[in-house]
Structure formats: structure tokens, C-alpha cells
């Protein structure tokens, strides 16, 4: 018998003991009615969505993670919870593009200081809310200067029209007084 042989033998042997009850012909089935808050009741809804949201963050579903925490943060704060989402909601919130999304992570994490002000995620969203904020007040201020730099537009363009009326009425008093002198 060659090595390949004794092999093949040797798997089909225990092909049978390691397929377990589907070659034996037992039929298990188990149909589970147990909702999740029965299954573990002495764990806040908050923990199980807060818990959901972060394994559909590990598995790259922002969207679904983002709606679990929106949930979470709705709900009735919990400490060591709602906080920790509140500040990873408004880290999603900072991937939208536009403003709405900087606006929307700065209102969370004004809630989040305001809510619970000696948490440790309190303290970690210090630095982001202080450059959110300058953000918000730059896009102030470009917001700003546009406006500016249309009005200056428009008082050039009214500044110029009066100089050329202007240069139309001298002319116009030159040829009266010539008028006059004739």
C-alpha cells in the first residue's frame, strides 16, 4: 500500500465520527422564541445597542453602527454608555461631507461636555471640540468675507457709475457756460 492510500483509508474511517449526527440520521431541531432582552434582562437596553453598534463599527458598517448609536444616545443616558457613544456618533458624523456633518459632531460633543462633564470621553473630546469650533468659526468668516467682497464689488461698480454721472454733469456745465458766454 503506498502513503497516499493509507491516507484516503484513514480519512474515509473518520469521515463518519467527525461529520457528527448528519450521517447518523438525527434530526436536532432547536428554534429559539427568546427575545434578546430575556435572554440577558439585567443588561440595559443601551449596553446591548452601544455593544451591537461597536461590532457593526469592527465589521465596517458605519451606517447601521451610526443608527444603533443614535438610538443609544436617544434613550435615557447611562454613564460609561451614552457618553462613549456620543463621542464616537459625532467621530461619524465628522465622514459626512459638507458642514453638516463638523455642525452635528460639534452639537454632540457640546452635549456630551454639558451631559457629563467629568468623563474620561468628556475629556478626550476636549481637543476635537476646540478645533470643530474653529472650523465652525472659519467657515464663519469665509462665509463673511464672501459677503464682504460682493458688497465691495458692488460699491466699485456704484463708485464707478458716479464718477462717469459725474463726468457727465461737468461736461455738461462746461457746455452750459459756453452756452452762456456766446
Known sequence: MTHKQIISIVVLALLPLLSGCSLLGWKVSVVSVATEESLHPSIPVQERSFAGALEL?????????RD??????????????????????????LREEGSKGAVRALELLERLKIE??????????APLGVYLTGVKTLRYRQ???KTLK???????????EMRQSIERLKSLDLELEQKIKR
Do not use: I, K, M
Open 150 to 160: 460682493e458688497l465691495n464689488y458692488s460699491l466699485s461698480r456704484d463708485n464707478r
Open 143 to 145: 462665509r463673511e468675507v
Open 68 to 93: 444603533l448609536l443614535e438610538r443609544v444616545v436617544d434613550d435615557p443616558a447611562l454613564d460609561g454608555v451614552t457618553d462613549e457613544a456620543l463621542f464616537r456618533l459625532s467621530l461619524l458624523y
Open 57 to 65: 463599527l469592527r465589521a465596517g458598517n458605519e451606517q447601521a453602527a
Open 116 to 125: 457629563f462633564p467629568t468623563s474620561l470621553w468628556t475629556r478626550q473630546a
